[in-house]
């Protein structure tokens, strides 16, 4: 599973399922790429502006993912007019 940050600034991202879970920060415009989650199912992936607080309820984008499958990938991205 790929995370793409399509926003001008880094983020923080988490990416749970089942007993697995990882997190860290994309950079803007960049990508992380986490293929262990690849063909897993309930894949939960939630984003968060940094600077990052260390309340853990702070994950305004959530993503829930029910099945995935090799090359599913995961984008978040801030439109502005």
Excluded: H
Excluded at 8 to 19: C, L, Y
Excluded at 27 to 41: L, Q
Excluded at 42 to 65: D, G, Q
Aim: with cysteine; hydrophobic share 35%.
């Amino acid at each position: 599973m790929r995370l793409y940050n399509n926003t001008p600034d880094a983020v923080f991202f988490g990416i749970e399922s089942g007993n697995s879970g990882d997190c860290g920060t994309i950079d803007a415009g960049a990508t992380s790429d986490w293929p262990s989650y690849n063909n897993m199912e309930n894949v939960n992936v939630s984003f968060a502006a940094l600077p990052f607080s260390s309340a853990p309820e702070i994950t305004p984008f959530k993503i829930t993912i029910p099945e995935s499958g090799t090359g599913m990938s995961v984008t978040i991205g801030i439109y502005q007019e």
